[in-house]
């Protein structure tokens, strides 16, 4: 039983990569308007970076997080952002296969349409965002004067933080994005998924409504995406959020799988 | 003429069609005001000022920008264009009595003068809910001034994105130039930070461009920061002039490499 399940979820790893090479194969054919996306990724990370700056050369500490607390935020952001973007080019498929019938001849492969529909598109020039994440997350801790035991031990536990994260990020998008099943554009799913996710660009102590905060630790768990996993470099570990994290992101995905199997159940066609 | 003013009416009519996209996008642009209200009020804390802005200005600031980003930013017009000359569908304008810039020109027009409609009322009731947090200005005047800058702007925007979706017929794929572009644009058009805040030399390097006229200026002029006077009108002017026979002259070069794909 446990050695099916493990080819099963093996063949399902390689379908996936098989689909992503392809993708990345075809995304990087135009080379210049490939190295342009590379540079317009870059510069809106930058961008957000220059925005916090700017903020803090006014302030010395926003809801209690100071400048480089903040800047670990950021970099949890654009780290899960970037990823889910490059893996699943956050589910976009999804309105593009239905509009254009695409999504029948995916439904009758003998392979999960789930799985499917997540690897379709992925965009290889989103890998910038998830190096530049990095690269702020580095400079941040350097600049926190953090005991070299306490990064590395809480380094562990800020990758399991983060891959929650992009559970969520990914469960968030696959929900949104169902909802093209009833639309017919779909397009402004995409901004909606996008407005939500930047708002955890900031620490979610902002929102100082404690009924907001609520909502957006629970409801939308965005606290889960960035302000969660920051806080393990600039509070320590702490074992009622890694729980939490682990509770959330599998109740996020278990609700998006029941919610996109009931779309596929209504969905009547457009062409096949 | 007519056949332009029922592009314009078409536009508005697909606006109507995809009504619940427009609410989605406009839902999606109220949280992100949400949510740097949120960001500005905690920043400001017992500060009085940040740069020369209180909180309320700050935040009329941001309001005034989405506003302008949702009604005169006609970013959708190099996907379209971009599309349609990849994809062969600009073959039909080739051969139809049809000037391809007026037609792309009165399309957007359609598509700004419905989001103005829907966008006008949608931040009315904000003004409802959060007029104690803002500071708008009580001069008519101002107003009047401010939709006239915001016109121009909406022209160098225009220009701007006609030229990237006409770039097409040199790089086949254009996805990389716009983002580069929107990005930038975004940062010198003060829609990220007002630019008063941003350091000096990125002050001095946007004086050369258009950019702030599209954003900041408008707003600046609304929110009494700086007085209407003509060269605030003048300039942008010139660059629109400028913007249009360069659109011209690479709209001449690029239909001559055309390649006409699917004829």
């Not at chain 1, 779909?186 to 404690?210: R, W, Y």
């Not at chain 2, 399309?107 to 959060?130: D, E, P, R």
């Not at chain 2, 121009?152 to 097409?168: E, M, V």
Request: net charge positive; aromatic share 22%.
């Amino acid at each position: 039983m446990k050695a099916s399940a493990f080819r099963k979820f093996w063949h399902y790893f390689k379908v996936f990569f098989v689909i992503k090479k392809l993708g990345f194969t075809g995304r990087a054919s135009y080379r210049l308007n490939f190295l342009l996306l590379i540079f317009a990724v870059s510069f809106q990370m930058i961008l957000s970076v220059i925005f916090v700056r700017t903020v803090f050369s006014f302030v010395k500490e926003i809801a209690g997080w100071s400048y480089f607390e903040s800047l670990l935020v950021l970099a949890s952001y654009m780290i899960v952002e970037g990823a889910v973007w490059m893996l699943f080019g956050q589910m976009g498929a999804i309105k593009d296969l239905i509009r254009r019938g695409g999504l029948d001849s995916l439904l009758i492969k003998p392979v999960d349409a789930q799985l499917l529909v997540s690897a379709w598109r992925g965009d290889l020039e989103d890998v910038s965002r998830v190096f530049s994440g990095l690269a702020v997350l580095i400079y941040a801790i350097s600049n926190l004067n953090l005991p070299l035991e306490f990064i590395l031990f809480n380094s562990v536990f800020y990758f399991l933080f983060i891959l929650n994260a992009v559970a969520i990020a990914y469960s968030f998008a696959l929900f949104l994005q169902t909802m093209s099943f009833w639309l017919i554009k779909g397009h402004s799913l995409t901004m909606i998924q996008d407005s939500i996710l930047s708002v955890s660009k900031f620490p979610t102590d902002i929102f100082f409504n404690k009924i907001v905060r609520f909502v957006f630790t629970f409801a939308v768990p965005i606290a889960f995406i960035s302000t969660v996993p920051a806080k393990i470099f600039s509070e320590g570990f702490n074992f009622i959020f890694l729980l939490e994290s682990f509770a959330v992101a599998g109740l996020f995905f278990w609700l998006s799988r029941k919610f996109w199997l009931f779309a596929l159940r209504k969905y009547q066609s457009v062409g096949g | 003429m007519r056949k332009y003013f029922l592009i314009f009416k078409n536009a508005i009519r697909e606006g109507m069609i995809y009504r619940i996209d427009t609410l989605t996008f406009l839902f999606s642009e109220i949280l992100i005001f949400f949510s740097l209200f949120y960001l500005w009020s905690s920043a400001y804390g017992e500060s009085v000022t940040i740069g020369n802005y209180s909180l309320k200005e700050m935040l009329f600031y941001y309001l005034a920008a989405h506003f302008i980003l949702l009604t005169a930013k006609n970013n959708e017009i190099t996907w379209m264009i971009g599309e349609e000359i990849r994809m062969g569908s600009f073959n039909i304008f080739l051969v139809q009595p049809l000037d391809y810039s007026k037609y792309i020109l009165f399309y957007i027009l359609g598509k700004s003068f419905f989001n103005t409609l829907i966008f006008t009322s949608a931040f009315c009731v904000i003004f409802i809910f959060f007029g104690q947090y803002l500071d708008p200005p009580n001069e008519i005047s101002r107003y009047i001034y401010f939709i006239i800058s915001v016109g121009l702007g909406f022209f160098i925007h225009f220009f701007f994105n006609y030229i990237i979706g006409l770039s097409t017929f040199w790089l086949g794929m254009i996805q990389g130039i716009i983002f580069s572009f929107w990005s930038t644009s975004s940062l010198l058009e003060g829609s990220i930070v007002p630019l008063d805040l941003l350091p000096d030399f990125l002050q001095r390097i946007n004086d050369f461009l258009p950019f702030k006229y599209t954003v900041f200026v408008p707003i600046s002029i609304l929110n009494g920061k700086i007085d209407p006077d003509l060269a605030l009108f003048l300039i942008p002017v010139f660059w629109i002039l400028f913007l249009f026979f360069l659109s011209k002259f690479i709209f001449k070069k690029g239909i001559k490499r055309y390649e006409g794909f699917g004829i």
